[in-house]
């Protein structure tokens, strides 16, 4: 019996000393060292607000358009004899070059028939005032004569239809000139729809021609950049008053820069795009105003404009990297933690943005993206040196 109790109750002693142990050193262990690390700092880009004073410019596109584009219409017909050299697409005129030539023979033939009208009527005329002159002769001893009876109203007739053959006259040598197809301006001819040896009517299309002593273009502009130029609506520049434009394209693989003058605002809004149009203009487009390079200012070109407007002294300025959506900035603080800032912004281009508050001059605002930007979050700021451009 002692033996089978021992068999039965050593295991469990060996068992519960075993726990026991394991309870007491499990106790007795030392505990870890608890440390804890501080976030790591974001690198970012960063700029300093600059205070400075600075030139608005406000950046537009729009497409040239000649000042004069018209359609050459014959204001007589006939069939043309002769075309200048230059009466073809792309052709230049000066005013008063002939441009066709329509066959006169007929017209010289009406000019001389008017001729001689005038000149049966000039007899007619005298003839009448010779007869009116023996009738007075001969009534001037009766006061109550008639007016019939002194040939007045024979004179009158004479005379008017002298005045009817001299218009005629006048309208025979009108057409007679306007067989000769001329234009009273500098200009190119952008389409030609007739040729040597056609028929033409009165008010046949001959060609489209356009004027080159000035072009125009018609920028939008909306609110904001309204506020930037500080014009009125329905603007018209006086002397001097017109603001400078500096016109700029790509043509031929290279750069293109001309420059003209803002010369008047629209004086209603557009009602489909909510934008106000200005007008530029651009004088001897290809000539002395045709770029650095010899590139004349072409009609149809799509440019973009930048314009001078109004003067801000004194003004903080930030790159536009730095402009966040909804006109926030990020702000650097001295304890090189973020800042989440609201802006008034009062001005934008390509290069930087002008505020009128919510920043002060040489804090440090981030240029680079940051992922979940919470206020306060640790921040390692690397100056950004290259300067805002205006």
Do not use: C
Not at 269 to 283: F, K, S
Not at 303 to 313: E, F, K
């Amino acid at each position: 019996m002692p033996t089978a109790f021992k068999r039965l109750v050593a295991p469990a002693l060996v068992i519960a000393a075993s726990i026991g142990i394991y309870s007491a050193l499990h106790a007795s262990k030392p505990l870890p060292e608890k440390t804890e690390e501080t976030p790591r700092p974001l690198s970012v880009y960063t700029t300093a607000v600059e205070q400075r004073d600075i030139t608005l410019q406000v950046v537009a596109r729009g497409e040239v358009r000649a000042r004069t584009d018209i359609d050459l219409v014959a204001q007589v017909g006939g069939r043309i004899i002769s075309v200048s050299s230059e009466f073809t697409e792309g052709g230049r005129f000066e005013p008063g070059d002939s441009l066709l030539k329509i066959e006169d023979t007929d017209y010289q033939l009406t000019q001389r028939q008017a001729e001689a009208r005038v000149a049966e009527a000039h007899v007619r005329a005298e003839q009448a005032e010779a007869d009116a002159d023996v009738a007075r002769k001969q009534l001037r001893n009766q006061p109550q004569a008639s007016a019939l009876a002194l040939k007045k109203p024979q004179v009158a007739e004479a005379k008017a239809r002298l005045e009817a053959a001299q218009a005629d006259l006048e309208q025979a040598r009108l057409n007679l000139r306007r067989t000769d197809i001329r234009l009273p301006f500098t200009g190119r001819l952008s389409a030609t729809t007739v040729d040597i040896g056609q028929y033409i009517i009165p008010g046949t299309i001959v060609a489209q021609a356009f004027g080159t002593d000035m072009v125009e273009v018609r920028l939008p502009l909306d609110d904001a950049q309204l506020a930037s130029l500080a014009l009125p609506i329905g603007f018209v520049a006086e002397q001097g008053q017109a603001l400078p434009v500096t016109l700029t394209a790509k043509v031929a693989g290279s750069e293109q820069q001309w420059l003209g003058k803002l010369v008047r605002l629209d004086a209603s809004v557009d009602p489909d795009t909510r934008m106000l149009y200005a007008l530029v203009e651009v004088a001897d487009p290809y000539g002395s105003n045709a770029s650095a390079s010899g590139m004349p200012l072409a009609v149809g070109l799509y440019v973009q404009a930048a314009i001078q407007g109004r003067q801000l002294p004194a003004a903080h300025t930030i790159a536009r990297d730095a402009l966040r959506a909804g006109n926030i900035a990020f702000v650097v603080d001295a304890q090189n933690q973020l800042q989440i800032r609201r802006v008034e912004v009062i001005h934008t281009d390509a290069d930087i943005a002008v505020v009128s508050s919510g920043l002060q001059a040489g804090e440090l605002v981030v240029t680079s993206p940051v992922r979940n930007p919470v206020p306060g979050m640790a921040l390692m700021a690397i100056q950004n040196d290259t300067p805002t451009q205006q």
